[in-house]
């Protein structure tokens, strides 16, 4: 199976690939699918439910994009890389404010093989996505970041307000662990699916979740830390800037177990 690319059901012309990149106005999600079936799949749906009515002022019908993501899948019954994108071939840069129609762009390929993470090192930037909330295709500044934080002989890039509160790292949202519990940064930053899913499964399995506010000096009332996505649940940190984690084994099983506890939603 080589990659598929469908706007609305039918097959991705050029042109409309133009004006996708063209205006670069729109939104997406990623997600995995497994026979089939995708972990999370109606949080997905919620997000390009709510992404479209903002940014275009109009409302997605999520059954139909599940019957064109059905669509593009077919018989497939090995893992998939999907990823969904929202924009409009109506949109008009001159009125940027007028509600237009959504068209769904469907890119569907082989999953890639699981990685296995080595401990990630961060290193942070005083830097706040536009529009956190929405999963927007304004990507550029995170990989910049990223960019300059492999550049400095780390690995990714840690986002902080000019007070140093921790919101999440360039394409992740991030965890805490200080023994007891688990700590998400409270800031503005995108809800990520992956973080929705492990906080559904901490709540089922009866662990302690928190949202706080985390400052950098406050590193050191944490044993661990972790970075987490639609692609990857788990992805343990080294360090942040100079402070070091330990590393604490059980706790990858642990939230393994918590997001493996979603079922898989049949597309």
């Given at each position: 199976m080589g990659a598929i690319l469908t706007i609305n059901g039918v097959p991705a012309q050029a042109d409309d690939l133009r004006l996708l990149v063209a205006n670069n106005y729109g939104h997406f999600t990623a997600l995995r699918v497994e026979d089939g079936k995708a972990r999370g799949l109606s949080l997905?749906?919620?997000?390009?439910?709510?992404a479209t009515r903002e940014l275009f002022g109009s409302e997605l019908d999520r059954e139909r994009v599940r019957a064109w993501l059905r669509q593009a899948i077919g018989d497939e019954r090995r893992e998939l890389s999907v990823r969904i994108n929202v924009f409009s071939r109506r949109f008009d840069r001159a009125h940027p404010g007028a509600a237009v129609a959504p068209d769904v762009l469907i890119s569907v390929a082989p999953a890639p093989a699981p990685m296995h993470r080595a401990?990630?090192?961060?290193?942070?930037?005083v830097y706040g996505r536009e529009l956190p909330q929405v999963k927007h295709v304004g990507t550029f500044p995170l990989f910049h970041f990223r960019a300059l934080a492999q550049r400095a002989g780390f690995d990714d890039a840690l986002f902080v307000d000019a007070a140093g509160t921790i919101a999440e790292a360039s394409i992740w949202n991030i965890?805490?662990?200080?023994g007891a519990r688990i700590v998400w940064p409270q800031a503005p930053q995108l809800d990520g699916i992956g973080m929705q899913l492990l906080k559904l499964g901490l709540k089922r399995h009866n662990i302690a979740s928190v949202s706080r506010m985390v400052r950098l000096p406050q590193l050191d009332e944490f044993h661990a830390a972790f970075l987490t996505n639609s692609s990857m649940s788990y992805c343990p940190i080294a360090a942040i800037d100079g402070f070091r984690f330990t590393d604490v084994p059980s706790l990858a099983e642990l939230l393994r177990r918590c997001h493996e506890s979603n079922p898989l939603q049949p597309i």
């Open positions: 997905h749906l919620d997000r390009l439910h709510g401990p990630l090192r961060l290193k942070s930037f965890g805490l662990f200080d």
